[in-house]
């Protein structure tokens, strides 16, 4: 190659950037990681077509977003355990609240 050869740079995938970028922020908003996902899927299909750049950033787009709405799904498990098992320590034997027998109810 001499010094005036001009190579082409291939462009990086905008919906792989964007993706990226939005599961990104998901750490910080969360529902942003939704989108993140989506759009990284829909990158990593436009890659295998068109051959653009940006495959690398499709995949962290959905490995952050899976992560995150992964870690979601644990919180709202946990957090219904915790609710149901606070509730049943309220509960007496006879099925009737604590607080009803102390109003005399």
């Given at each position: 190659?001499?010094?005036?050869?001009?190579?082409?740079?291939?462009?990086?995938n905008?919906m792989?950037?964007?993706?990226?970028i939005l599961?990104?922020?998901?750490f910080?908003?969360?529902?942003?990681?939704?989108?993140?996902?989506?759009l990284?899927?829909?990158?990593?299909?436009?890659?295998k077509?068109?051959?653009?750049?940006?495959?690398g950033?499709?995949?962290?787009?959905?490995?952050?977003?899976?992560i995150?709405v992964?870690l979601?799904?644990?919180?709202?498990?946990?957090?219904?355990?915790?609710?149901?098992?606070?509730?049943?320590?309220?509960?007496?034997?006879?099925?009737?609240?604590?607080?009803?027998?102390?109003?005399?109810?």
């Amino acid at each position: 190659m001499s010094e005036n050869t001009v190579v082409a740079r291939k462009s990086t995938n905008t919906m792989a950037l964007v993706g990226f970028i939005l599961s990104l922020a998901g750490f910080v908003v969360g529902i942003t990681a939704i989108p993140g996902i989506v759009l990284g899927h829909i990158g990593l299909s436009q890659i295998k077509k068109t051959g653009e750049d940006g495959h690398g950033l499709a995949v962290a787009a959905l490995i952050m977003g899976y992560i995150q709405v992964g870690l979601a799904i644990l919180g709202i498990i946990i957090a219904v355990v915790v609710i149901v098992a606070y509730g049943a320590t309220w509960m007496n034997h006879n099925g009737s609240m604590y607080f009803d027998n102390a109003l005399g109810v």
